[in-house]
């Protein structure tokens, strides 16, 4: 089993940037994809974006596509979100999870919640 724990969150501007991170331990090795979805109240959880662990491939949801990038360290085992030109629409828990090859996303971190004022 892989755990993840994200922090970074918090309260920021319209316009304004945030980074969140994502710490995975345990079973890293099983990793193929990490990815970071995100709840905004009353709605569904939504896909952000994606990478693959090893290669660094990445693909993102049209929704922030040009806004967010995602990254990783492999030697920190830490995944991050950067933000950029935030907008009030964006304010959501968000949730990093990671998966092994060919299965569904089935560890999850507790989320990290941002808010972003108009």
């Known amino acids: 089993q892989v755990q993840l724990v994200e922090s970074g969150g918090g309260l920021v501007q319209a316009g304004g940037s945030l980074r969140l991170s994502c710490a995975a331990s345990?079973?890293?090795?099983?990793?193929?994809?990490m990815a970071w979805f995100r709840q905004a109240p009353g709605k569904e959880r939504e896909f952000v974006g994606r990478?693959?662990?090893?290669?660094?491939?990445?693909s993102y949801a049209d929704s922030i596509k040009g806004r967010f990038t995602i990254s990783r360290d492999n030697n920190k085992n830490t995944m991050y979100l950067q933000m950029n030109s935030l907008k009030p629409e964006d304010t959501a828990v968000y949730y990093c999870?990671?998966?092994?090859?060919?299965?569904?996303?089935?560890?999850w971190g507790p989320g990290t919640q941002v808010t972003v004022s108009s």
């Open positions: 990478i693959v662990w090893l290669s660094g491939k990445t």
């Open positions: 345990g079973r890293i090795f099983s990793v193929y994809e």
């Open positions: 999870a990671a998966q092994k090859g060919g299965a569904p996303f089935d560890s």
